[in-house]
T-cell receptor
């Protein structure tokens, strides 16, 4: 079974803080993705990576950056958290960029 | 533009059948996914259609018509545990995967 884990299920941060969300997958997948999910807006792609040290912007990259130093780990960074970044963040991985995605349990981030 | 439409909410009765529709307008088409997401949990894969027709997998079936830009997910013998959101996602010609906003399905006893 594919396992995708995220560092926290719930996180509360203050405006202006730097926030790190970690994601680890154990199936040697090439591709990893970060989404945010908001009511009425569905899943929106922030960034994805198809290889170590490679990254591509998704639909809403503003205010975020990512890091992929190792194949199994993909980090999402909020350089200076803002209240409009309060959301559910979902990490996913897949064998290739076109295939079935396996999702982590999500991190519900609240920025006060 | 890329657009995927699904009903926002649906209600059905335990033991019944429900059909969740998805229509899409995307830049090309390379496949369509259905995911299930229980409240507070991650989406999990249900089905993948590339060719026209019906794919059956136990109580769940997924149908695709590429010429109509249309798919549906059919759930039979509904159980209370089927209460969840169902996400339609399309892979476009650039192999980018675009998600719909999801359909929240309520099952009544």
């Amino acid at each position: 079974d594919v396992k995708v884990t995220q560092s926290s299920r719930y996180l509360v941060k203050r405006t202006g803080e730097k926030v790190f969300l970690e994601c680890v997958q154990d199936m040697d997948h090439e591709n990893m993705f970060w989404y945010r999910q908001d009511p009425g807006l569905g899943l929106r792609l922030i960034y994805f990576s198809y290889d170590v040290k490679m990254k591509e912007k998704g639909d809403i990259p503003e205010g975020y950056s990512v890091s992929r130093e190792k194949k199994e780990r993909f980090s999402l960074i909020l350089e200076s958290a803002s209240t409009n970044q309060t959301s559910m963040y979902l990490c996913a991985s897949s064998w290739d960029s076109q295939g079935t995605q396996y999702f982590g349990p999500g991190t519900r981030l609240t920025v006060l | 533009g890329q657009n995927i439409d699904q009903p926002t909410e649906m209600t059905a009765t335990e033991g019944a059948i429900v059909q969740i529709n998805c229509t899409y307008q995307t830049s090309g088409f390379n496949g369509l996914f259905w995911y299930q997401q229980h409240a507070g949990e991650a989406p999990t894969f249900l089905s993948y259609n590339v060719l026209d027709g019906l794919e059956e997998k136990g109580r769940f079936s997924s149908f695709l018509s590429r010429s109509k830009g249309y798919s549906y997910l059919l759930l039979k013998e509904l159980q209370m545990k089927d209460s969840a959101s169902y996400l339609c996602a399309v892979r476009n010609r650039d192999d980018k995967i675009i998600f719909g906003k999801g359909t929240r399905l309520h099952i009544l006893p």
